[in-house]
């Protein structure tokens, strides 16, 4: 599953989101969760929202930096970082 567009790591999003990806982690145990953010995971401080996140995507999307060839990410500034 992923969570994108708008930005879900806001604040009143993650309040919204958090219940959510508990329900889905406690049914679908095993489903992995990504999540896009524009926010850097240094940056970040909503631990409990990020323990049921299997992989980020961090970063904003730079058009200067676009590069098609990337999996999973638009611009060669963003990372994907394994959670879990």
Do not use: A, H
Not at 41 to 70: A, M, P, R, T, W
Request: net charge negative; charged share 25%; proline share 4%.
């Amino acid at each position: 599953m992923s969570l994108l567009g708008g930005e879900p790591l806001e604040s009143q999003n993650i309040e919204v989101l958090l219940p959510f990806i508990k329900r889905v982690k406690s049914i679908y145990p095993n489903k992995d969760i990504w999540c896009y953010t524009g926010y850097t995971y240094e940056d970040l401080n909503c631990k409990e929202f990020l323990s049921y996140i299997n992989v980020l995507v961090d970063g904003e999307f730079v058009e200067e930096l676009k590069d098609i060839s990337l999996k999973f990410r638009g611009s060669s500034n963003q990372r994907i970082i394994r959670l879990q």
